[in-house]
């Protein structure tokens, strides 16, 4: 059946590019310097099916890689706030990398309070117009099962107005790798 206002995708190309393809991807887009956001993929894309790669620790030892890593994660930010996402994960527009982009205008939001840890000492920049990029970012404890809450979601790779009523953790505590080595 069709639904109105649904364009559903199936992103071109290899169903996830590199970080280096998506990089190169963005510089043949980009023809005024000023950045380009990405594609999204749509259900039933399959895409939004597979798991995504952890990124590489030589990405924060050469400023060349992390310059490419911060690229991708400038345009996940980009493409986030253009569809209104919340948060935006670099798989959903076809990257495989473990990256994800949350919004920190709306990430304190809401019923449960979320706890972000980082693995690694720099201290965390979040972004001047708020928001935080999470790099391989791993739950490491999680509320017991019974403070789970009940919670209302939508989703943009969903159709619209669609929602879901899912069992969702009260509390969690996530590690992860900043982006911040190289922003001083």
Same mark, same amino acid.
């Given at each position: 059946?069709?639904? *109105?206002?649904?364009?559903?995708? &199936?992103? =071109?190309? %290899? @169903? #996830?590019?590199?970080?280096?393809?998506? !990089?190169?991807?963005? +510089?043949?887009?980009?023809?005024?310097?000023?950045?380009?956001?990405?594609?999204?993929?749509?259900?039933?894309? *399959?895409?939004?099916?597979?798991? &995504?790669? =952890?990124? %590489? @620790? #030589?990405?924060?030892?050469?400023?060349? !890689?992390?310059?490419? +890593?911060?690229?991708?994660?400038?345009?996940?930010?980009?493409?986030?706030?253009?569809?209104?996402?919340?948060?935006?994960?670099?798989?959903?527009?076809?990257?495989?990398?473990? @990256?994800?982009?949350?919004?920190?205008?709306?990430?304190?939001?809401?019923?449960?309070?979320?706890?972000?840890?980082?693995?690694?000492?720099?201290?965390?920049?979040?972004?001047?117009?708020?928001?935080?990029?999470?790099?391989?970012?791993?739950?490491?404890?999680?509320?017991?099962?019974?403070?789970?809450?009940?919670?209302?979601?939508?989703?943009?790779?969903?159709?619209?107005?669609?929602?879901?009523?899912?069992?969702?953790?009260?509390?969690?505590?996530?590690?992860?790798?900043?982006?911040?080595?190289?922003?001083?």
């Amino acid at each position: 059946p069709s639904l *109105p206002d649904w364009n559903r995708t &199936s992103l =071109p190309g %290899p @169903l #996830s590019l590199s970080l280096s393809q998506a !990089h190169h991807l963005l +510089l043949a887009r980009s023809d005024d310097g000023g950045g380009t956001a990405l594609p999204m993929a749509k259900y039933p894309d *399959p895409i939004l099916r597979i798991p &995504s790669s =952890p990124v %590489p @620790l #030589s990405a924060f030892r050469r400023r060349s !890689h992390w310059r490419r +890593l911060r690229s991708i994660a400038e345009a996940l930010k980009r493409t986030a706030r253009e569809e209104g996402a919340v948060g935006l994960a670099a798989q959903q527009c076809g990257i495989d990398a473990s @990256l994800i982009f949350i919004d920190g205008a709306v990430s304190a939001a809401g019923t449960g309070k979320g706890v972000a840890k980082r693995s690694s000492r720099n201290d965390e920049r979040r972004d001047d117009e708020g928001g935080i990029f999470l790099v391989n970012p791993r739950i490491v404890r999680r509320s017991p099962e019974s403070k789970m809450k009940v919670w209302t979601e939508e989703c943009l790779v969903l159709p619209p107005g669609f929602r879901a009523a899912l069992l969702r953790d009260a509390e969690i505590v996530v590690e992860y790798e900043s982006l911040g080595r190289w922003d001083s």
